[in-house]
């Protein structure tokens, strides 16, 4: 039986610090100097369950240049709406990356570039070496790097315990549409996050239909260009299709979908230096530091041995992720299960 090829590992540092952020903010943690670190310590929660729960054999955690978005400057519109973020999380987003270096883990934070093109490019460079790869990120952006080596480990409200890992099928059961197509599902549907508009009237189920009858949006710009509007108004319904044949709509999705599209070609560093295990002194060292600590939960990322627990500690097995098949397949899956390798 061959063996099965190495995995890595990369986070979404970003978004997984903005979800530690809010989900410890009622009872936060500080240092010995008062600075807050709960979030920096849900971070690091996050890498040692994952690699816990994963086993890979090497780990990135990518994070969004702070100085510069090649996105604004092609667009100014791309996040202006953002609120300015609290004082306690800006601290700790801009002390993460310096952090996790000191505690030996691989962090790359991009020039003018956000953490999923280290997402994009890292699945990429593991594709090219014959590794598979796990994205670990709280947003849906990732699902259109999904292929035969990709998968995303998506977290959400609930933190680890509601994360759902998705792969080339899951995907398609989960949101109608193919990898290759979920790009231009985004770009239809919008993403209010980041202050793009999609098409009015085009939810989840739409898009997918729409993709599914005509392949891609270029495929249906090139039926507007036709005539072929009653084609289009026969999938979607005539008045979802005079939605799509409005002034400035083409425009509008293209430039979400030039947005949304991510870098697979940022210089990263070689695999090899980024494998584990870590340093179990250089790690704690860091993070005790920073008034975290976090000891036997560390033992995947140091290569120690899972710590015995009592009966009383020990937790269920993660089963199978299924669907509900009485639930909308347009849902996110229902929370619990990683379907690992």
Request: aromatic share 6%; glycine share 8%.
């Amino acid at each position: 039986m061959p063996f099965p090829s190495p995995l890595l590992l990369v986070l979404d540092g970003n978004s997984l610090l903005h979800r530690a952020y809010h989900a410890y903010a009622s009872d936060p943690i500080e240092d010995a100097d008062g600075r807050p670190v709960w979030a920096l310590r849900g971070l690091v929660g996050y890498v040692a369950r994952a690699a816990a729960q994963l086993r890979p054999d090497a780990l990135v955690v990518g994070f969004d240049c702070p100085e510069s978005s090649a996105r604004k400057q092609d667009w100014d519109g791309y996040k202006a709406h953002r609120p300015a973020k609290p004082a306690a999380l800006t601290e700790q987003i801009v002390g993460a990356p310096g952090l996790l270096r000191e505690a030996g883990i691989c962090t790359v934070v991009p020039p003018a570039y956000e953490a999923d093109d280290v997402l994009a490019s890292s699945a990429a460079l593991a594709r090219r070496a014959g590794w598979r790869s796990v994205l670990m990120t709280s947003d849906r952006d990732a699902f259109a790097l999904i292929d035969e080596t990709t998968e995303v480990l998506r977290v959400r409200n609930g933190g680890f315990d509601e994360a759902v890992l998705v792969d080339a099928p899951g995907l398609v059961e989960l949101c109608g549409v193919e990898a290759g197509q979920y790009r231009d599902f985004a770009a239809l549907r919008g993403d209010p996050s980041d202050n793009l508009h999609g098409v009015r009237g085009f939810g989840a189920a739409t898009s997918a239909r729409l993709l599914n009858a005509f392949g891609s949006v270029d495929e249906t710009w090139a039926a507007l260009d036709r005539g072929d509007l009653r084609q289009i108004g026969d999938v979607v319904g005539e008045s979802l299709a005079a939605q799509l044949a409005a002034d400035g709509v083409r425009e509008r999705i293209d430039r979400n979908r030039d947005l949304m599209r991510m870098r697979t070609d940022l210089p990263l560093p070689e695999l090899d230096t980024a494998r584990l295990p870590l340093n179990y002194v250089t790690i704690r060292r860091a993070l005790r530091a920073r008034g975290i600590n976090l000891g036997p939960s560390l033992w995947a990322l140091v290569g120690n041995v899972p710590p015995q627990r009592t009966d009383e500690e020990s937790t269920p097995e993660l089963q199978p992720w299924v669907f509900r098949r009485s639930l909308s397949s347009r849902r996110d899956p229902t929370p619990g299960q990683l379907s690992l390798f």
